[in-house]
């Protein structure tokens, strides 16, 4: 299979789980995980009407921004407070999925207030507190958030997890269902200068079941480009 008929797969995949559940499959946004795959490939993706792109590093984005201008930018790897300059200066950079911290925040917003713009943002959470992620834990997340909402330069959009690597994926079915429990506290909570609105949780492996706990974005890699090569 190429890119193009795996995105075809996926993509009614994602339709028929989420008519499953109950929902709306245009609440749900497929973003395309692109890190170490060509060019050519997001090519063939970005033909069939896909305008999403992840990105886990800075540096790669970069490279690959002017790739096209229809693409809106996802940066979704671990973001270093040094890199955050680059990130903010480019206009297509739609979200950020991976806040993990106040210093990062101040960064951000610090940045952001230089180039007159408010950046968007996802807080990672790190729902199985595995010692090798990043995230904050559930219960530091509402008053990190709480702490973040009136700096002018961010707008809190929602939370994003990345569920640890089971071979059932049952297995991380009650983590996506406590990152959902956690994001609709907060909203209920209407803190003001925060948009919950995203939930960005599922990947290749695990898309399924996240949506049926109500992911609004799902971050699918080689589920579309085919194993990264790694050079
Ligand atoms: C690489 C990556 C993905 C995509 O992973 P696949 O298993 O290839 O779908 C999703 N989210 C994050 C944060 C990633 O780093």
Same mark, same amino acid.
């Given at each position: 299979m190429n890119s193009k008929e795996r995105l075809l797969k996926i993509k009614?995949? =994602?339709?028929?789980i989420a008519i499953k559940s109950g929902r709306n499959?245009? *609440?749900i946004k497929l973003l395309a995980v692109s890190k170490n795959h060509s060019l050519d490939k997001m090519q063939q993706v970005l033909a069939e009407g896909i305008c999403d792109f992840g990105e886990s590093r800075v540096q790669e984005l970069q490279d690959k921004y002017s790739f096209s201008n229809k693409v809106a930018w &996802?940066? =979704?790897? &671990?973001?270093?407070? !040094?890199?955050v300059k680059y990130l903010v200066r480019m206009d297509r950079c739609e979200l950020i999925h991976s806040l993990d911290s106040l210093r990062l925040a101040k960064k951000i917003n610090k940045e952001a207030r230089k180039e007159d713009r408010v950046m968007n943002l996802l807080v990672q959470v790190n729902v199985a507190e595995d010692s090798k992620k990043y995230g904050l834990f559930c219960e530091e997340t509402f008053d990190f958030i709480k702490k973040i909402a009136d700096f002018e330069n961010l707008k809190v959009k929602g939370l994003m997890t990345i569920a640890?690597?089971?071979g059932d994926v049952e297995e991380v079915r009650p983590y996506f269902r406590?990152?959902? !429990?956690?994001? *609709?506290? =907060?909203? *209920?909570?209407e803190i003001r200068g925060v948009e919950m609105e995203e939930?960005?949780?599922?990947m290749s492996n695990d898309f399924e079941v996240a949506i049926e706990e109500g992911a609004t974005i799902v971050r699918i890699g080689s589920g579309i480009f085919g194993a990264r090569e790694y050079k």
């Open positions: 009614r995949r =994602i339709d028929e499959p245009e *609440e &996802h940066m =979704i790897g &671990h973001l270093q407070r !040094n890199k640890p690597y089971v406590r990152l959902r !429990n956690l994001f *609709e506290r =907060i909203k *209920e909570a939930l960005s949780m599922g």
